[in-house]
C-alpha cells in the first residue's frame, strides 16, 4: 500500500511525486533485499559524515538510547546502477586569476605530456566531434586520458591525449589507488592545475569553478570571464564503483549524478 504525499513540478519543468509505503509487509521485503547489500555513496558523504557525528553527539548526551530515535535515521536516495535513468554528467573545469607568465609558458608544458590537436570551433558539427572525443570512459578505457582545453589558442579548441600515462601517475599522491590516477579527472586536478598552472591551495582554488554544459563553459571563456576551460569526459558508473571497491574516493568534483531531488522537498524532523 502507498499515498501521494506531493506532486511537484520545478522551474526546469521536471515533475517530482513522492509516495509513502505504508505496508509493513512490503517495507519489511524492502528491508530484507537491502539489508546485506553494499551501498555506495554517489553525492554527499560529507552530509552523511555530518549525520553520523550528530548521532554520537546526541547518544553522548543522552540518557537512554533505544536506538529508534529520529538521529539513528538519515534521509537519502537510492538508484541501482543499472538504472538506464541514471546520467552522470562531468563538471568541467573554468579557470582565472592565472599569471601571464604561467599562461605563456603553459602550451609547451602540455606538450611535454600530451599530444596536442587544434579543432577549430567554426568546424562543422563541432560540438558532435566534441561529444564523440569525450565518450564515457569506463573500465575498459581508463587507459584512454583525452581531454580538451580552450583558451591557449585563439578560437581553437585542443585535443589533448595523454602520451605517459605512468609518468603523470608519479605526480600524483601516492596514496590513491590505480585507477584514480587513470581518471582525466585526476590529471586535469593533480598535474595540470596543480602543478602546471599551480594552484595549490585553497585560496588559489577560488580561482575555479565548474559548469555541466560544454558550450556554456566555452562562451564564459570566450566572454572573458576565465582564462582557461577544460573540458572532461563523464565517468561511467562501474568505474565509480570498482574505485569505491578499492576503498579509495572519487576525486572532488568528478562527476554529477542527475537526475537529483530537489533541496527542501522532504525534511527530516530531529526532535
Not at 538506464?84 to 603553459?106: F, M, Q, V, Y
Not at 558532435?128 to 583525452?146: C, D, F, G, H, Y
Not at 565548474?210 to 576565465?226: F, M
Request: aromatic share 8%; charged share 20%.
Amino acid at each position: 500500500m502507498s499515498r501521494v504525499l506531493i506532486n511537484s513540478t520545478i522551474d526546469n519543468g521536471e515533475r517530482h511525486d513522492v509516495w509513502a509505503i505504508t505496508d509493513p509487509e512490503t517495507i519489511n521485503q524492502i528491508c530484507s533485499r537491502l539489508s546485506h547489500q553494499p551501498l555506495y555513496i554517489a553525492d554527499g558523504h560529507h552530509r552523511y559524515e555530518s549525520a553520523l557525528t550528530y548521532q554520537r553527539e546526541k547518544r553522548a548526551y543522552s540518557v537512554s538510547v533505544s536506538g529508534d530515535e529520529p538521529y539513528d535515521y538519515v534521509m537519502m536516495t537510492l538508484v541501482a546502477f543499472s538504472d538506464p535513468g541514471l546520467l552522470t554528467l562531468p563538471p568541467h573545469r573554468l579557470i582565472r586569476g592565472i599569471s601571464k607568465s604561467i599562461l605563456d609558458e603553459l602550451m609547451a608544458k602540455l606538450s611535454s605530456l600530451f599530444e596536442i590537436e587544434e579543432l577549430p570551433l567554426s568546424t562543422p558539427g563541432i560540438w558532435q566531434q566534441v561529444e564523440n572525443i569525450l565518450m564515457p570512459t569506463n573500465l575498459s578505457e581508463t587507459n584512454r586520458v583525452v581531454l580538451i582545453l580552450f583558451g591557449l589558442a585563439a578560437e581553437n579548441l585542443l585535443v589533448l591525449k595523454l602520451r605517459d600515462l605512468a609518468a603523470v601517475s608519479q605526480m600524483m599522491p601516492y596514496f590513491h589507488c590505480d585507477l584514480y590516477k587513470r581518471l582525466g579527472v585526476s590529471v586535469i586536478d593533480h598535474v595540470i592545475l596543480e602543478k602546471l598552472v599551480g594552484l595549490s591551495s585553497e585560496s588559489d582554488k577560488a580561482s575555479l569553478d565548474y559548469n555541466y554544459n560544454k558550450i556554456d563553459t566555452v562562451n564564459r571563456v570566450l566572454n572573458q570571464e576565465y582564462q582557461l576551460a577544460i573540458l572532461l569526459s563523464p565517468i561511467d558508473v562501474t568505474v565509480i564503483k570498482a574505485i569505491a571497491d578499492a576503498s579509495d574516493r572519487m576525486p572532488r568534483k568528478s562527476t554529477y549524478f542527475y537526475p537529483k531531488l530537489p533541496s527542501g522537498l522532504v525534511f527530516n524532523v530531529l526532535t
